[in-house]
């Protein structure tokens, strides 16, 4: 089965920067999106980003349009997220997810990894 695991996170000010990764194990993506979510507290999970990983076509949230980048490296399997000028408002746990749809639903992901804590200070 897929295993996926997020890692990166951590305390930044506001204006910085952070990359995430998420290494994927198992199965081949080919045909699959990889997708970043985020839930902040208090709040419902939401989109952020997504990849899909035979084109590396890329999408994002308008939230994080113009801040985020979403890249993979097929050879190791692992997507990564580089976030730029951070606001507190991109505070939440990060997860990674796969899903062999187009959909970004968080009921159609077909594996979930566990996710990493992003806190942007002010």
């Known amino acids: 089965q897929v295993q996926l695991q997020a890692c990166g996170g951590g305390l930044v000010q506001a204006g910085g920067s952070l990359r995430l990764s998420c290494a994927a194990s198992?199965?081949?993506?080919?045909?699959?999106?990889m997708v970043w979510f985020r839930q902040a507290p208090g709040k419902e999970r939401e989109f952020v980003s997504k990849?899909?990983?035979?084109?590396?076509?890329?999408y994002y949230a308008d939230s994080v349009k113009g801040r985020f980048t979403m890249s993979q490296n097929k050879e190791n399997s692992t997507v990564y997220l580089q976030m730029n000028s951070l606001k507190p408002e991109d505070t939440a746990v990060y997860y990674c997810?796969?899903?062999?749809?187009?959909?970004?639903?968080?009921?159609?992901?077909?594996?979930w990894g566990k996710g990493t804590q992003v806190t942007v200070s002010s």
């Open positions: 997810a796969a899903v062999a749809s187009t959909s970004v639903q968080l009921r159609d992901m077909d594996y």
């Open positions: 198992g199965p081949t993506f080919s045909g699959w999106q």
């Open positions: 990849i899909f990983y035979t084109s590396g076509r890329l």
